[in-house]
């Protein structure tokens, strides 16, 4: 009889897929769910690991142009008023301000470095909003991907006891293919949702390391505009 119940057991198909196939419709959307939430996560981690490097890159080689001793006028000429990196959108928006708060005579509109750095303040919030886009996002599959693969393995594993009852049959071929079915979409859970915590800490923290280098930045340009106010 052990023998016989054996040899069902290995007959039954196990596979990633006889199991999707298997499953029950509530099931197969969550496991589709699962899948796309972990591409989605991965295609933000990949996209947030480009972006972030390029934004170091391009930190560096303005803070070298910025402190080779070039006059700050001609840096902004040779710049433009539309940069593309983020130093440099930062240094304009200053540099733009900085040359509308001066006077026909030469002297500057009172209230100047307040405005100044209003200005470099609002575009640091843009620049700081736009590298943190997405993240969010890992934040929320990791948080919900291991409860909506709970709800898929719950879901499974009634589906199996409803079959087992039908079939008044216990044996390992009938009760295996609704609990593997069941903890697949655990698994799954797991799998989308580990990466997606790992990699939002890991992308938390380059973020604000790099936000904390264009907020430095404001601070000792708004310093070296402010001795040359006097201020």
């Not at 264009?214 to 000792?220: I, N, R």
């Amino acid at each position: 009889m052990e023998a016989d119940v054996l040899v069902q057991a290995q007959a039954v198909d196990l596979s990633v897929w006889a199991l999707f196939a298997r499953a029950t419709l509530t099931v197969k959307f969550v496991i589709l769910l699962l899948l796309a939430a972990s591409v989605w996560s991965w295609a933000i981690i990949i996209q947030k690991h480009i972006t972030y490097r390029s934004a170091r890159r391009e930190a560096a080689r303005f803070d070298e142009a910025f402190w080779s001793g070039e006059p700050l006028d001609a840096l902004f000429d040779t710049i433009g008023s539309d940069p593309g990196g983020s130093s440099e959108r930062i240094f304009a928006a200053g540099m733009i301000e900085w040359r509308r708060s001066h006077k026909g005579d030469g002297g500057l509109i009172p209230g100047a470095m307040s405005r100044i750095d209003r200005s470099m303040d609002v575009t640091l919030a843009g620049e700081s909003e736009r590298l943190q886009s997405g993240l969010p996002i890992l934040a929320t599959i990791g948080a919900t991907a291991p409860f909506i693969g709970l709800f898929g393995t719950v879901w499974g594993i009634m589906n199996a006891f409803i079959e087992i009852a039908e079939q008044q049959n216990t044996n390992l071929a009938v009760v295996a293919p609704g609990i593997a079915e069941a903890l697949f979409a655990t698994g799954l859970g797991l799998l989308a949702a580990i990466p997606a915590v790992i990699f939002y800490n890991k992308l938390s923290g380059d973020s604000d390391k790099i936000v904390s280098g264009y907020e430095a930045f404001a601070d000792e340009f708004a310093t070296i505009l402010s001795r040359q106010t006097g201020g």
